[in-house]
């Protein structure tokens, strides 16, 4: 199907294939002094309920593909759809509420207001979208039911252990119900045991919820246990596979075409 035309080429990603969809994505970093081409031509599909992992040498551009396909980053060249849609058409205001609504974010830094409690962290979000406070505080509680907090929700981050402080993060990324997490080295900053606790929960709202979660990971281990790794080098995806001993392969495993001519069709489940 062509959907659009990028740069004089056609693209022919079919947005109704996948959740994420991207094409042709380039990003320069102008540094003034030097440019810096940190993505190469991203082509890249991610399904609804897939969970997918990107891993790569530091410095290969997986923070900057995970901002620019979130739309927390612009880019220079090529389309990225999220649920089908444009993300150059939606326009600032759109594209904040698209954001804040339909989007969950988890950092390894986790980034949460030391000043706020547990409970309030997570509200946050909604509070800012103008959600009724009681309303806010209802959801926020059921995030941290979720995540198995919610006897700390009155506690701040100093008072809780990394693990829970990113449980904390991953509540305040569910609480508006998302259909896409995005995950930055997650589990970078845990210890092992932290960060299999912090998997476990990702995988459950992943299959429960068919939460379509795209994750960053130094951790083989980590990466292993999702239904996809794609391997990126140099600012581009150089090939994809199916862990051995990850999810079983996600039904509607879907390869984009394109991937710089190596992707690795592994659909077999
Ligand atoms: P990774 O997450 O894989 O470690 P990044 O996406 O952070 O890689 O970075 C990719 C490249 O872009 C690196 O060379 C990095 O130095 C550069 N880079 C990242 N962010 C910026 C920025 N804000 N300004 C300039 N260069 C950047
Ligand atoms: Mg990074």
């Known amino acids: 199907m062509v959907f659009r035309k990028s740069k004089g080429k056609e693209a022919?990603?079919?947005?109704?294939?996948?959740?994420?969809?991207?094409?042709g994505v380039v990003k320069v970093y102008d540094t003034g002094s030097a440019k810096l081409t940190a993505l190469r031509g991203i082509d890249f599909a991610v399904r609804k309920g897939e969970m997918v992992a990107v891993m790569g040498p530091s410095g290969c551009g997986?923070?900057?593909?995970?901002?620019?396909?979130?739309?927390?980053?612009?880019?220079?060249?090529?389309t990225i759809w999220l649920e089908g849609e444009d993300l150059a058409t939606m326009g600032d205001?759109?594209?904040?509420?698209?954001r804040a609504k339909r989007m969950g974010f988890i950092f390894q830094v986790f980034n949460l207001l030391p000043v706020l409690s547990a409970v309030e962290n997570v509200e946050l979000p909604?509070?800012?979208?103008n959600v009724k406070p009681s309303v806010a505080r209802q959801k926020a509680l059921t995030?941290?039911?979720?995540?198995?907090?919610?006897?700390?929700?009155g506690h701040r981050p100093a008072e809780l252990s990394g693990g829970q402080r990113q449980r904390v993060t991953i509540a305040r990324s569910l609480v508006n119900d998302p259909a896409i997490v995005w995950a930055d080295e997650p589990t970078g900053a845990l210890d092992?045991?932290?960060?299999?606790?912090?998997?476990?929960?990702?995988?459950?709202?992943?299959?429960?919820?068919?939460?379509t979660i795209v994750l960053v990971t130094h951790d083989p281990g980590v990466g292993g246990q999702c239904h996809r790794i794609v391997r990126m080098q140099d600012g581009a995806i150089v090939g994809e596979e199916v862990?051995?001993?990850?999810?079983?392969?996600?039904p509607d495993h879907y390869v984009a075409a394109g991937n710089g001519g190596q992707a690795v069709a592994t659909a077999q489940a």
């Open 12 to 23: 022919t990603v079919d947005p109704g294939k996948g959740i994420i969809q991207s094409q």
């Open 143 to 153: 995030a941290l039911e979720t995540v198995g907090l919610r006897d700390w929700a």
């Open 62 to 78: 997986k923070t900057t593909l995970l901002n620019c396909l979130s739309g927390l980053d612009d880019v220079d060249e090529g």
């Open 192 to 211: 092992s045991k932290s960060a299999a606790d912090i998997m476990n929960l990702l995988r459950t709202l992943n299959a429960e919820r068919s939460l």
């Open 93 to 98: 205001k759109r594209r904040t509420s698209y």
């Open 243 to 250: 862990p051995a001993n990850g999810i079983a392969a996600h």
């Open 126 to 129: 909604l509070l800012v979208d």
